[in-house]
């Protein structure tokens, strides 16, 4: 029988119960949201004239997707910092989130270390570490995340607090209504795609019974651009399998051309196409003739569109709770623990050798 539809057996693999981490991303959303109604900003935080959202890895995916909602509509710039140093234009009029899961992250704390120099205004967001004494010493506003896994499986808290954040400082229009609704969809739509719910039925297995033994490439606009990152990490780190993202339109000037050679790759790549009623409607066409190219390239693929959001938050993480099911599903086909990321560890303690 199909592992997919034994899921008592999935305990046999899942040796620290990642299921449970993924089930629980609605309930993350409602708590976090109903949290940071208490955190309180200084007034002046909201008179920054940019911003800089630092983090690594699955604790920048909040700040990123949060990123993406104020994209069109944000009156000052914001920028994802992924790296040790930071842009030369901090300032004291610069707002800086700094999120690190463990608050152990070296590239995170240097940002913020960096950022404080330069007296930005700071905020930080982790479940304790030196980035928390960090915030503590300078006396800055600190969320703490009060969960305990893997930094990817704690998404509902990064970013719904920068949410929150961005609401706080009048750059994203949200309300509890929309929130609740996203909740809500959110609970109804698990029900057709979680472990209990066999093969034959359950869209999320039947992708990752496609996707077995290729190669993930996930493509998205618009606010679906940092949810396909976010499918290409989930894939990496649970599934172990290796996977890469693109952007529409840009992936459309140049990455399409090169699926031409080596011809033998074409049958090991499966792209997912990640369609968003939110979108420019050319992105939309975009996807479509994509599509359409891939299908002469004999090149495997599946447009996931989320059941009808209501609102671009709800299409976010539809989306991203599909693809964190169907990579669990991966992991499962693959015969893999997804909770451990022995390769990552190691590179962290070399690092820490060398210091």
């Not at 609102?311 to 990579?327: C, M, R, W």
């Amino acid at each position: 029988m199909n592992i997919l539809d034994t899921p008592g057996e999935y305990k046999k693999i899942d040796l620290t119960q990642i299921i449970q981490n993924i089930n629980e991303l609605p309930d993350q959303i409602g708590v976090v949201w109903e949290e940071m109604k208490n955190f309180i900003l200084p007034s002046h935080y909201i008179q920054c004239n940019k911003i800089v959202l630092i983090g690594m890895g699955g604790s920048s995916m909040g700040a990123a997707l949060a990123k993406t909602l104020v994209a069109q509509s944000a009156k000052i710039p914001l920028e994802i910092v992924r790296d040790y140093e930071l842009p030369g234009y901090i300032d004291s009029k610069t707002l800086a989130i700094a999120i690190s899961y463990s608050g152990e992250t070296e590239e995170t704390l240097s940002c913020a270390l960096k950022a404080q120099k330069k007296d930005a205004k700071i905020i930080t967001i982790s479940s304790g570490g030196a980035l928390e004494s960090f915030a503590k010493k300078h006396r800055l506003p600190h969320y703490k995340i009060n969960y305990g896994s893997q930094p990817r499986a704690a998404l509902g808290y990064s970013y719904t607090a920068v949410c929150a954040i961005l609401k706080k400082i009048r750059l994203l229009e949200i309300n509890d209504d929309q929130i609740q609704k996203a909740v809500t969809q959110m609970k109804n739509a698990m029900k057709k795609i979680a472990p209990e719910v066999p093969t034959v039925q359950n869209q999320a297995k039947q992708l990752a019974e496609r996707l077995y033994g290729k190669i993930p490439v996930i493509i998205g606009s618009g606010i679906m651009q940092e949810v396909a990152r976010r499918y290409k990490g989930q894939f990496n780190e649970n599934a172990k399998t290796a996977s890469y993202f693109e952007a529409i339109p840009e992936m459309n000037h140049n990455s399409l051309v090169g699926t031409e050679f080596p011809e033998s790759i074409n049958s090991k790549i499966f792209v997912i196409l990640l369609g968003s009623k939110f979108d420019n409607q050319r992105n939309n066409l975009r996807i479509d003739i994509t599509a359409q190219i891939l299908t002469k390239r004999r090149i495997q693929y599946e447009i996931i569109q989320p059941t009808p959001a209501s609102n671009k938050i709800a299409e976010q993480l539809l989306s991203i709770h599909f693809g964190d099911y169907t990579s669990y599903y991966l992991a499962m086909l693959n015969g893999v623990d997804p909770e451990p990321v022995e390769i990552i560890k190691f590179l962290k303690d070399s690092l820490v050798k060398e210091k």
